[in-house]
C-alpha cells in the first residue's frame, strides 16, 4: 500500500476546495488503472483539508475505496473550555487521518512534544490515525504511532526536494520498527516522485504545494503509484 496525502496547508478557500474535489473525482472516475489500484489496496490517498472544509467535502470521496479525508492538525483536548479548538470528538466518522507535528506548527505555533504527544492520544482515541511529521531524529517517535511523516525543513516548497538517497539515510537513521509505514514530504511532484518509489524504501508522500492544483496531485500519483 503507498499512501498520497495532500496537505493543502491555508492555501486553498471553500470554492476553490469544491472545485478541487469535483475535477479530482473525474479524473479518478475516468483512470481505470487508478481506480484497480484503489479498489485492490495498492494505493491509498488522503486528502488533508482545513478544517472548515472537512464537511464540505464529507461526501464527495465516500463512494471511493481508499480514499480518506484528514486533518492537518487536531485537539490536544477532549473537550472544555477551549475556545477555538477542534477536537477529534467533533472530527471523529468524518475524518480517517490527521497529521500532527507539522514542522509548520510546531515553528509557528510553538508545539511541543508534550502537546503531540496528548494530540497523538486524542487522535487515536477517536478512531484517527494520527501521522506524525518528523523533522529528523531530533523528533520523538511515539510507539502508537504507525505512520511516520519525514519532511526534512529545507526541502518543504519553497525549497529543493531532498536528494532521494540522503533521504533513505535519513530513514535509517530514525531506527523505525519495520511494520512503520515511512512517508516522505518536501517539493515532491510529478517530475520528481519516480526517483523516491525506486528506492523501494518509501511507503508514500506527503504532498503540499504540488496538491494545490488537482491535476498536479493526480500525475504525481499517476507517477508514484508503480
Ligand atoms: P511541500 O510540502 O510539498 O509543499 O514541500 C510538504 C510538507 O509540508 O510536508
Given at each position: 500500500m503507498k499512501y498520497f496525502i495532500a496537505n493543502w496547508k491555508a492555501r486553498i478557500t471553500a470554492d476553490q476546495a469544491l472545485d478541487w474535489s469535483k475535477e479530482f473525482s473525474d479524473k479518478v472516475a475516468v483512470d481505470t488503472a487508478l481506480q484497480l489500484a484503489l479498489n485492490n489496496d495498492k494505493i491509498r490517498i488522503v486528502i488533508c483539508a482545513p478544517f472548515p472544509f472537512l464537511f464540505l467535502l464529507k461526501d464527495k470521496f465516500s463512494h471511493s475505496k481508499n480514499i480518506f479525508l484528514g486533518s492537518q492538525d487536531i485537539s490536544p483536548f477532549d473537550e472544555g473550555t477551549y475556545t477555538g479548538e477542534v477536537t477529534a470528538k467533533m472530527l471523529q466518522g468524518t475524518i480517517r487521518y490527521s497529521l500532527i507535528g507539522h514542522s509548520e506548527r510546531r515553528h509557528?505555533?510553538?508545539?511541543t512534544e508534550e502537546m503531540i504527544g496528548r494530540k497523538i492520544e486524542q487522535a487515536c482515541s477517536h478512531g484517527i490515525e494520527p501521522v506524525l511529521c518528523v523533522r529528523g531524529p531530533e523528533d520523538k517517535i511515539y510507539s502508537t504511532v504507525k505512520i511516520i511523516s519525514y519532511e526534512p525543513v529545507g526541502a518543504i516548497w519553497p525549497g529543493k526536494n531532498e536528494d532521494p538517497a540522503k533521504t533513505v539515510e535519513s530513514k535509517h537513521k530514525l531506527?523505525?520498527?519495520?511494520d512503520r509505514v515511512f512517508i516522505y514530504g518536501g517539493s515532491v511532484d510529478a517530475s520528481d516522485i519516480r526517483s523516491y518509489t525506486?528506492?523501494?524504501?518509501?511507503?508514500?508522500f506527503l504532498v503540499g504545494?504540488?496538491?494545490?492544483?488537482p491535476a498536479d496531485f493526480y500525475q504525481t500519483i499517476v507517477n508514484g503509484q508503480l
Open positions: 509557528f505555533f510553538n508545539e531506527s523505525l520498527p519495520p525506486a528506492t523501494g524504501e518509501i511507503d508514500g504545494n504540488a496538491s494545490l492544483n
